[in-house]
């Protein structure tokens, strides 16, 4: 164990993952979601394979006992991929990654519903403080609070909200994989499954992409394949509880590159509504090292919003 190594390559993976979603942002206002969910898993499968044969994994990345429990966990990853992709295009991306922590939250909600896990007042709490942090994001943007809100950015919060339902049921299929499945497996499926169901968006408009954004979008697919190699790879070398907390350096890289990149200015309302929601995300890391709930295959099987 090295925490020091797992922290850096936990950071190198949420800079990635954050790096990929500002590739597929810079083309969302003419790529469909589903095109970019297709560009993303696909084109991470090589940079899997390439990594599992190099590990010696290969056999037991293809390897599975449990397939219905990979289609079902790629469902729900694939549709929650394709929200958060839809979303980029209404919203700034920081306010897409601070609404996104509420995945985390509700795999509380989930996993108590459909895992049986048990759920104190403590965590509820936490839980409670991170969804008025969410209301204080999305407050500005949605018209029912706020008069000069547009609908576009009100249906952008509700894309982002909704991926996020889709990436806590998600995580709860995962917690049930991780039982009988290697994180390799977990891993490599999860692409096939998304870019195969993605084919299925064909219909509803695929365009050609320009040489700008094809490169942008392979790029982006390839980034995520490496991101997951140093996502997993982190928890290989630190505990759960102590990387996990670093998830949340990703608001602080979602908002450099909205400033210098798509020159989008954090409010003081999305600033105070984030800070709560990833206080509560901290808490509930913290209060699941103390009760000894180590989630690390889990979550090194988990790429963000998937």
């Given at each position: 164990?090295n925490?020091?190594?797992?922290?850096?390559?936990?950071?190198?993976?949420?800079?990635v993952?954050?790096?990929m979603?500002?590739?597929?942002?810079?083309t969302?206002?003419?790529?469909?979601?589903?095109?970019?969910?297709?560009f993303r898993s696909?084109f991470?499968i090589?940079?899997?394979?390439i990594?599992?044969v190099w590990?010696g994994?290969?056999?037991?990345g293809l390897?599975?006992?449990n397939?219905?429990?990979?289609f079902?966990?790629?469902?729900m990853?694939?549709?929650?991929m394709?929200?958060g992709?839809?979303?980029?295009?209404y919203?700034?991306?920081?306010?897409?990654?601070a609404i996104?922590?509420?995945?985390?939250l509700?795999?509380?909600?989930?996993a108590?519903?459909?895992?049986?896990?048990?759920?104190?007042?403590?965590?509820?709490?936490?839980v409670?403080?991170?969804?008025i942090?969410v209301l204080?994001?999305v407050?500005?943007?949605?018209s029912?609070?706020n008069?000069?809100?547009?609908?576009a950015?009100?249906?952008?919060?509700?894309?982002?909200?909704?991926g996020?339902?889709f990436t806590?049921?998600?995580?709860?299929f995962?917690?049930?994989?991780?039982?009988?499945e290697?994180?390799?497996s977990?891993?490599f499926?999860?692409?096939?499954t998304?870019?195969l169901?993605?084919?299925?968006?064909?219909?509803?408009?695929?365009?050609?992409?320009?040489a700008?954004e094809?490169?942008?979008l392979?790029?982006a697919?390839?980034?995520g394949g490496?991101?997951?190699?140093?996502?997993?790879?982190?928890?290989?070398?630190a505990?759960?509880?102590v990387i996990?907390p670093?998830?949340?350096?990703?608001?602080?890289?979602?908002l450099l590159?909205g400033?210098f990149?798509?020159s989008?200015v954090?409010?003081?309302?999305?600033?105070?509504?984030?800070?709560?929601?990833?206080?509560?995300?901290?808490?509930?890391?913290?209060?699941?090292?103390?009760l000894?709930?180590?989630?690390?295959?889990?979550?090194k099987a988990?790429?963000?919003?998937?």
């Open positions: 164990m925490p020091l190594r797992g922290i850096a390559l936990k950071l190198i993976s949420v800079l993952f954050i790096t979603a500002a590739m597929i942002k810079a969302a206002e003419h790529i469909p979601p589903g095109e970019a969910v297709f696909f991470a090589p940079v899997i394979l990594w599992l590990r994994e290969l056999s037991t390897r599975t006992q397939p219905f429990g990979h079902w966990r790629g469902l990853g694939t549709v929650a394709g929200l992709f839809a979303a980029l295009a919203l700034p991306l920081p306010e897409v990654t996104g922590y509420t995945a985390p509700l795999t509380v909600i989930f108590a519903m459909f895992l049986g896990e048990q759920v104190r007042a403590f965590r509820i709490s936490c409670i403080l991170g969804m942090g204080i994001v407050s500005p943007r949605l029912v609070l008069t000069g809100a547009s609908h950015e009100a249906f952008g919060a509700m894309l982002v909200l909704s996020a339902v806590a049921l998600a995580q709860v995962v917690r049930k994989l991780v039982n009988t290697q994180t390799a977990i891993v499926w999860f692409s096939v998304a870019a169901l993605s084919l299925l968006t064909l219909p509803w408009g695929w365009v050609w992409p320009s700008t094809a490169g942008l392979v790029t697919g390839l980034l490496v991101g997951q190699i140093f996502l997993t790879s982190s928890y290989r070398s505990d759960a509880s996990a670093f998830d949340y350096a990703s608001m602080l890289f979602a590159i400033w990149f798509f989008e954090p409010t003081a309302t999305m600033l105070i509504g984030a800070s709560l929601v990833i206080s509560a995300g901290v808490l509930i890391i913290w209060r699941e090292r103390k000894g709930l180590a989630r690390a295959r889990a979550r988990m790429p963000p919003g998937a």
